[in-house]
């Protein structure tokens, strides 16, 4: 396939199929609005740095989901393993109720009160201090608080070429 043309607008379908070819490990983010739980599933999140452990998710900016971290000041990632693939299409559904999100489904929670999803491979609750407008999408930073290990060895949840896969 040819390069393509620096000087031209790139094709935003052509850049979604190829973009897709990212394999990514599929998460959760939660925080509270109120007395309700708001849950949301995120494949673009990112470990910034050690020193200190600061760490990043993009979220769309007009979902509600960024307005509450946002509001919030914080929320918990818990990443997934393969055997909780039906968790992220449960809250990756647009326009799930808000309440009732975890009902059914064990949780414990961080000091800040944002449910940790029981069975994943680890979570990290963040403090968020700094957010910014990148396309579409709200970019919430900030510092992990804390931290828990679940299953290490789990195999993780994937997300490559827009399909669930495994890595073996």
Do not use: N, W
């Not at 579409?136 to 290990?149: A, K």
């Amino acid at each position: 396939m040819a390069p393509l043309d620096s000087t031209g607008p790139v094709d935003q379908d052509e850049y979604r199929r190829l973009s897709d070819l990212l394999a990514v490990g599929v998460a959760v983010a939660s925080t509270r609005q109120g007395p309700h739980d708001l849950v949301v599933t995120v494949d673009s999140y990112l470990d910034l740095s050690y020193d200190p452990p600061t760490m990043l998710i993009a979220l769309y900016g007009m979902s509600r989901a960024a307005e509450a971290v946002e509001e919030a000041g914080h929320f918990c990632l818990t990443l997934l393993a393969a055997d909780q693939q039906a968790l992220a299409d449960r809250f990756g559904t647009p326009g799930a109720p808000l309440q009732g999100m975890l009902s059914g489904l064990e949780v414990t929670r961080t000091e800040d009160g944002d449910a940790i999803l029981t069975g994943g491979l680890a979570h990290f609750a963040i403090r968020v201090d700094h957010a910014v407008d990148a396309a579409t999408h709200r970019l919430l930073i900030g510092p992990v608080v804390e931290m828990g290990e679940g299953r290490p060895t789990a195999e993780p949840a994937v997300r490559f070429a827009g399909e669930k896969r495994t890595l073996l």
